[in-house]
Nanobody, 120 residues
Framework: QVQLVESGGGLVQAGGSLTLSCAAS????????IGWYLQAPGKPRELVAV???????NYGDSVKGRFTISRDNAKNTVVLQMNNLKPDDTAVYYC??????????????WGQGTQVTVSS
């Protein structure tokens, strides 16, 4: 099992910056990819950014060039630096981990979510 705890959400004006952090605990050695998804009211959950254990990153189209994801495998943390925030970035942000089991299967683990609100 892997537990994910997010921190760093809040209210910011358009053009501002926020930093989200996610701390993983439990069977962290089994985490392959880790990152962030967002969900706005009435919309499906969508990719923000994920990073592999080796550091390969993948960003959602709407955040490319504005957000940066980083990972510290020793501390089992992932950080999302969000710059030039827009009102459309307003959503609940969920930490996500792709966890591989010793049996060769994999499952997704999710944090509780943290609210990010960007005012215009």
């Amino acid at each position: 099992q892997v537990q994910l705890v997010e921190s760093g959400g809040g209210l910011v004006q358009a053009g501002g910056s926020l930093t989200l952090s996610c701390a993983a605990s439990g069977s962290t050695f089994s985490i392959a990819d880790i990152g962030w998804y967002l969900q706005a009211p009435g919309k499906p959950r969508e990719l923000v950014a994920v990073i592999s254990r080796s550091g390969t990153t993948n960003y959602g189209d709407s955040v490319k060039g504005r957000f940066t994801i980083s990972r510290d495998n020793a501390k089992n943390t992932v950080v999302l630096q969000m710059n030039n925030l827009k009102p459309d970035d307003t959503a609940v942000y969920y930490c996500y981990a792709r966890v591989r089991t010793s049996f060769g299967s994999a499952f997704n683990s999710w944090g509780q979510g943290t609210q990010v609100t960007v005012s215009s």
